[in-house]
């Protein structure tokens, strides 16, 4: 079974109407039907919840049982970093030039020699030269 990793980028689709929204949304579908496994870093829920928080769009009963959804799909899949995962977060966000948030994406998929899917062209562009990545777009 193939593994990705799903930034934030990503995942806040599955639950804002964005563009691509629908591309996420089958990444999403095969995770939950078994077909495709997630690994994801500590800070999704606070990334994703973020982005719900700021859909004016969803009131705040949406908004909260979007995040009980997250919370139910993504427990399974968070990576706690080690030291050494740690380490080479810096040494990534230092080297490409990235906050140290987008790195954990970097470091994780790296670890597991996994394929990270974005919608951020510049994680995108910066992270091409390190790992296998692919933008939202190409899916």
Known sequence: MRMLILDASIIAKWYNKEEYSDKAIEIREKYIDGLLD????????????????????????????????????????????????????????RSLKISFYDSSYIQIAKKYNAKLITADDEMYRKAKKLIEITHIKDV
């Open 38 to 93: 997630i690994k994801e870093p500590a800070l999704i829920l606070y990334e994703v919840s973020n982005a719900i928080y700021k859909n004016d769009q969803l009131n705040i009963e949406d908004a909260m049982k979007a995040v009980e959804s997250l919370m139910r799909l993504i427990e399974a899949t968070i990576e706690i970093p080690s030291n050494e995962d740690a380490k080479e977060m810096m040494k990534i966000a």
